[in-house]
């Protein structure tokens, strides 16, 4: 089970927080990942359960990942948002699970 949520139409330079939940047993690695229209689905972030956590070098500074063990939640904490961050979002494990949640669409534009 993964469930995302909080994508919306925002400005640039504005912010955003996505949630996701998901339920899968003993899982390390969670991880975002997004895919722009036309697109492959690209990695954004990572976080390991103790909160060990990577960014693509494209959202590195701007957005942070963090997770909630206690109660399976993942978020995604996006600040000064570009044109080019608009995209479908998906959380998953990393390496990600045979089977993907709806998304949440993220749209940056003015």
């Known amino acids: 089970h993964l469930a995302e949520s909080g994508g919306g139409l925002v400005q640039p330079g504005g912010s955003l927080t996505l949630s996701c939940e998901f339920s899968a047993y003993k899982i390390d690695i969670m991880a975002w990942y997004r895919q722009a229209p036309g697109k492959q689905r690209d990695l954004v972030a990572t976080?390991?359960?103790?909160?060990?956590?990577t960014y693509s070098d494209s959202v590195k500074g701007r957005f942070t990942i963090s997770r909630d063990n206690a109660h399976n939640m993942l978020y995604l904490q996006m600040s000064n948002l570009k044109p080019e961050d608009t995209a479908i979002y998906y959380c998953?494990?990393?390496?990600?699970?045979?089977?993907w949640g709806q998304g949440t669409q993220v749209t940056v534009s003015s």
């Open positions: 998953n494990r990393f390496p990600e699970l045979d089977y």
């Open positions: 976080t390991t359960s103790s909160g060990r956590r």
